[in-house]
C-alpha cells in the first residue's frame, strides 16, 4: 500500500464515521418527536386521572397531597444534582453523578407531569385541566406552594453550605499562617 492510499482510505472511513453519525442523529430526533407528539396527548390525561384517584375529589386531600408531591418532588431532585456535582471529582464519581442525575430526573417526573397540564395548550391538557379541577380540586395551586417551600428550603441548605466550606477555607488559611512557635535557644550559661 502506498501512502497515498492509505490516506485516501483514512478519509473515507472518517466520511463514513461521519455520515453514520448524522444518519443516528437524525433517527434519534425523528423517534423524540414521534414520542413527544404521542406521549403529549396521553400524558396528561392519564396523570390527571391518577391523582384524582388519589384526592377522590376533597379539598383537603387535595391540599396535603399537593403539598406533598410539590415539596418532595422538587426538594430530592434538587439535592440530587447537588449530591451529583459534589461527587464529579472522586473516585467513581462520575458514575455516581450519572446515577444521581438519572434518579433526580426521574423523581422529578410527578411536577413535570403537573406542569404538562398547567402549562399545556394541547387538548389532552385541557382535559387534565378539567379533571384535576372536579376531581383533584387545589392540587395544582398547593402543589405550587409544596415546590416554592421546597426552593426556598433548598436555597437555606445551599447557602449552609457554602458557609461551612467558607469558614473551612478561612480557617485553612488561618492555619496556614500561623508561624510556628520557637523555643529559646539554649545556651550553657545558668
Known amino acids: 500500500m502506498t501512502t497515498r492510499e492509505v490516506q485516501s482510505s483514512g478519509q473515507k472511513s472518517t466520511a463514513v464515521v461521519w455520515r453514520n453519525r448524522a444518519i443516528m442523529t437524525l433517527a434519534t430526533v425523528a423517534v423524540l418527536v414521534i414520542a413527544y407528539f404521542i406521549l403529549s396527548s396521553f400524558i396528561p390525561r392519564w396523570w390527571a386521572q391518577r391523582l384524582a384517584n388519589t384526592v377522590h375529589g376533597s379539598f383537603s386531600s387535595g391540599i396535603w397531597w399537593g403539598l406533598v408531591y410539590g415539596f418532595v418532588f422538587t426538594l430530592v431532585p434538587l439535592l440530587l444534582v ?29 411536577n413535570l407531569m403537573t406542569l404538562t397540564i398547567v402549562l399545556g395548550g394541547n387538548n389532552a391538557a385541557h382535559a387534565g ?9 387545589a392540587f395544582r395551586g398547593a402543589c ?38 520557637t523555643t529559646p535557644p539554649m545556651t550553657g550559661d545558668r
Open 82 to 110: 447537588v449530591f451529583a456535582v459534589r461527587v464529579w471529582n472522586r473516585k467513581g464519581g462520575k458514575f455516581m453523578a450519572g446515577a444521581a442525575v438519572i434518579i433526580a430526573l426521574v423523581c422529578s417526573l410527578p
Open 129 to 137: 385541566q378539567r379533571i384535576l379541577d372536579v376531581d383533584a380540586p
Open 144 to 181: 405550587l406552594v409544596g415546590a416554592i417551600i421546597a426552593a426556598v428550603l433548598f436555597a437555606l441548605v445551599i447557602a449552609l453550605m457554602g458557609k461551612r466550606g467558607l469558614s473551612r477555607h478561612k480557617a485553612t488559611k488561618a492555619a496556614a499562617r500561623r508561624p510556628e512557635p
